[in-house]
């Protein structure tokens, strides 16, 4: 990996410049490490869905895709919060819990597009653009459900009614903010030792973070071109 193509973009209250640094290697192993072990993503009760053994950075390959095949125009994805403050700092007694991945995006939320996703005879539909991203998270998951097809001609067979099953069943927060200051959106993918996989797409934000801690914000895009290293748990 090229170590000088990973950065850190650090937030101010006083003003909005950035601040980029380069991971060191150290610091480059510890972010892989993060995003190649294996995360157990879990359906709330009583919903028979399997527990999903997700990679975050194959499952985040699997979004950038799809939102790019689908027309939701992304210019960045990275990793916030405590686990990018787990990266970052020289301490081994750090504790990080959610993973927290920032989507920023062009496409207005509250937008219309035509879609084909999950369309029953493979015409397009006008969908607003938080469903259709809902949407694409479902057909990531779906790949990972056991003993279900996963060809085109199959996946346009399942019910809009199905997928928000599935959304209910996997997503531990299902919310969307819109106003003049802020328009973002957020699912949460469930696991029950507390390292939940917070998604949160963000087209714009007064504020991305409440605590100066939260405020490193580290650049994914070239691990997510780079080739994946199995990781022991």
């Not at 909005?16 to 892989?32: A, F, G, I, R, S």
């Not at 085109?152 to 003049?180: F, P, V, W």
Request: proline content about 3%; hydrophobic content about 30%; charged content about 20%.
């Amino acid at each position: 990996m090229h170590v000088s193509h990973t950065s850190t973009n650090s937030n101010n209250n006083n003003n909005n410049n950035n601040t980029k640094v380069y991971l060191t290697c150290e610091q480059t192993d510890k972010l892989k490490h993060i995003l190649d072990r294996s995360i157990p993503i879990c359906s709330s009760p009583p919903s028979s869905f399997p527990t999903l053994n997700l990679t975050p950075r194959s499952f985040l390959r699997q979004v950038r895709n799809k939102l790019k095949e689908y027309s939701i125009d992304i210019t960045s994805i990275r990793l916030n919060g405590g686990a990018a403050s787990y990266v970052l700092v020289n301490d081994s007694n750090f504790v990080y819990r959610d993973i927290d991945i920032l989507i920023h995006i062009k496409t207005p939320l509250s937008s219309e597009q035509k879609t084909t996703l999950f369309s029953s005879n493979n015409e397009s539909y006008l969908c607003d653009v938080w469903t259709i991203i809902k949407y694409i998270i479902c057909s990531c998951l779906l790949e990972h459900i056991t003993n279900i097809k996963t060809s085109e001609q199959q996946s346009q067979q399942y019910t809009h009614h199905y997928l928000s099953t599935i959304l209910d069943a996997y997503a531990k927060k299902n919310i969307k903010i819109s106003s003049e200051q802020d328009s973002w959106a957020l699912l949460s993918l469930q696991n029950y030792s507390g390292q939940n996989l917070e998604l949160k797409f963000v087209e714009h934000l007064k504020r991305q973070w409440q605590f100066s801690v939260d405020s490193f914000q580290i650049n994914l895009e070239p691990l997510l071109y780079e080739k994946q290293l199995k990781i022991q748990n």
